[in-house]
């Protein structure tokens, strides 16, 4: 996940919108979904970039498991971790999740997924039904060196309030808040939240089966 928030005087808003709007779809191609404070594009991989006017900001919201994953077999190679899977390792386990045990260790958070540079949790608190195996819920998704956002602010963690359709096996993002070291960096709204369909072989469907696991 990629975000980018740019601050425009609001009688600009609108053309500073509408323009980066066009660069886009100069790279990518006219968007799948448009509207005057909203426009979204869909790769054929699932991946996802939402460009929204909110305020007198403009935010770049850019989703991709895939590429996450793909970077992340690619770091993993050139350090020659072998066949050694960083990004599924078992809650339960190992050394490598040392780094999160020390971060989150006795909150109120329960792990799904561990690896040795990233790991997602959930809030059992305040996971509540809201509908037919649907669930409304809060995610954090750790990263164990900080990352930086698109104004150049470093976080180290993210928080996300989410729905989970464990029987269609979709997720929706409603808002994400990052964080550095507990200090609240940005806060995302989402505009217009949307189900996404989980990609097979994708990190988003392994957090699917473990937090329906029973449910």
């Keep these: 996940m990629t975000f980018s928030a740019r601050f425009v005087s609001e009688n600009q808003t609108i053309a500073a919108f509408n ?12 968007a799948d979904s448009t509207a005057s404070d909203l ?8 991946d996802e970039l939402m460009l929204a006017r909110d305020g007198i900001r403009l935010v770049e919201f850019y989703f ?4 996450a994953e793909r970077l992340m077999a690619q770091v993993r190679s050139e350090e020659g ?5 960083a990004a599924k390792i078992d809650p339960a386990g190992a050394a490598d999740g040392d780094w999160l045990q020390a971060r989150i260790g006795g909150s109120r958070w329960s792990p799904l997924i561990v690896g040795d540079a990233v790991a997602i949790s959930y809030d059992p ?7 037919r195996r649907v669930y409304d819920t ?7 060196d900080p990352e930086q956002n698109g104004a150049g602010e470093p976080f180290n963690s993210t928080a996300e309030h989410m729905k989970i ?13 990052q964080y550095m070291d507990g200090r609240v960096v940005r806060t995302l709204p989402v505009p217009t939240p949307a189900w996404e369909p989980t990609v097979p072989e994708s990190m988003g469907e392994e957090v699917i089966d473990r937090f329906c696991q029973g449910r």
């Design 19 to 30: 323009q980066r709007a066009q660069e886009i779809a100069g790279a990518l191609g006219a």
């Design 165 to 177: 359709d464990c029987a269609g096996r979709r997720m929706m993002t409603v808002q994400i808040v």
């Design 138 to 144: 809060w995610t954090r998704w750790d990263h164990a």
């Design 81 to 85: 971790g072998g066949e050694k899977d």
């Design 125 to 131: 608190r305040t996971t509540t039904p809201a509908g």
């Design 64 to 67: 991709s498991i895939e590429a």
């Design 39 to 46: 426009a979204i594009w869909i790769a054929a991989s699932g």
